[in-house]
């Protein structure tokens, strides 16, 4: 791994009740891409806090900043992490002024969960596509009505700013400014190192549609999404499906629609078509098969659908996402 002729400064904000894994997450993966380089370390990493003290995260981690917000040296870029204490620092004019201006002259500004309070209340998010962790992006949404919320997507660009889901998927997105900075055999040095995904595509949800489903899912419900995908290379019909849960098919179609919020042929395709992305990165059968296998009558018929939901091929997934 080839480090830059200069090293990139790497800000990241602490505060009061923020969440750790927002702040750690991404300084590890800055960290792994400093320890896997030869010569001088890509990234200089700097805590940058509001003021000199301690500040306490929820889950009681202590963190001393090297730099607060004012003599904070020049930087790249800036990670705002999210937490608890993010929807009250978020007030806090003198933080958010600092950010404003901090955002002329960094290189990319990047909020972690829901840390997109904090960089929205800024004004510098308005028009612009933001993500967030899943169960805030409505009351975000409602807050900031200027702003463009994407609930499901991992992580988002819109110009120098960058907006990532909950916790974890601030870890995808740092490995994306990696590759971005360093190249991809950079990343997948770095993803090897922490034993994580080489890329997770922004544009996946932030959780699996089965884990979503499983977390809505109540009753008789409950076991449905289980068997669809036990069953996904036959014939599922909505009086298959209602046969399963011992519904009419008109109690069926209500219940689900109230459960899932779409319907059954809609939440079926989903599934197959993330089983299909599955398949694809993880073995190296041909495209026919996976068709048929998640339950596709047709390898053109999957084709379109794939491409109508990821706005690529098949092929083009695999090619880009099954390093």
């Not at 960058?162 to 993803?191: I, K, P, Q, R, W």
């Amino acid at each position: 791994m080839n480090p830059p002729p200069m090293s990139r400064a790497i800000g990241l904000l602490a505060y009061g009740d923020m969440q750790a894994l927002d702040l750690a997450g991404p300084l590890d993966v800055f960290g792994a891409a400093n320890a896997l380089a030869t010569g001088r370390p890509p990234y200089e990493l700097q805590i940058i806090g509001l003021s000199t003290g301690a500040v306490r995260a929820e889950n009681g981690l202590a963190i001393l900043p090297a730099y607060t917000i004012e003599d904070a040296p020049t930087l790249d870029t800036l990670v705002i992490p999210g937490g608890a204490g993010s929807r009250i620092v978020n007030a806090d004019a003198r933080l958010l002024d600092w950010l404003r201006r901090r955002a002329k002259t960094t290189r990319r500004v990047v909020s972690v969960c829901t840390g997109a309070y904090v960089l929205a209340a800024t004004g510098l998010l308005d028009g612009r596509r933001v993500t967030t962790h899943w169960q805030f992006a409505d009351d975000l949404a409602r807050r900031f009505p200027t702003i463009r919320v994407e609930p499901d997507r991992l992580f988002l660009r819109d110009d120098c700013f960058a907006t990532s889901g909950g916790l974890t998927a601030g870890m995808d997105l740092t490995l994306a400014l990696v590759e971005e900075d360093l190249g991809a055999v950079a990343a997948l040095a770095v993803a090897r190192y922490l034993v994580m995904y080489v890329k997770r595509p922004g544009n996946q949800a932030q959780f699996s549609a089965p884990l979503a489903a499983q977390t809505q899912a109540t009753g008789r419900m409950g076991g449905l999404v289980n068997w669809l995908l036990a069953h996904l290379n036959g014939d599922i019909t909505s009086e298959r499906m209602a046969e399963q849960v011992s519904m009419s098919v008109r109690h069926f179609r209500r219940v689900f629609a109230e459960t899932f919020g779409t319907s059954p042929a809609r939440f079926v395709e989903h599934l197959r078509l993330e089983q299909a992305c599955l398949r694809l990165t993880q073995n190296n059968s041909s495209i026919e098969r996976i068709a048929s296998g998640v339950g596709f009558h047709s390898a053109d018929a999957f084709r379109r659908a794939f491409h109508a939901r990821y706005g690529a091929t098949p092929g083009e997934y695999r090619e880009r996402f099954a390093r």
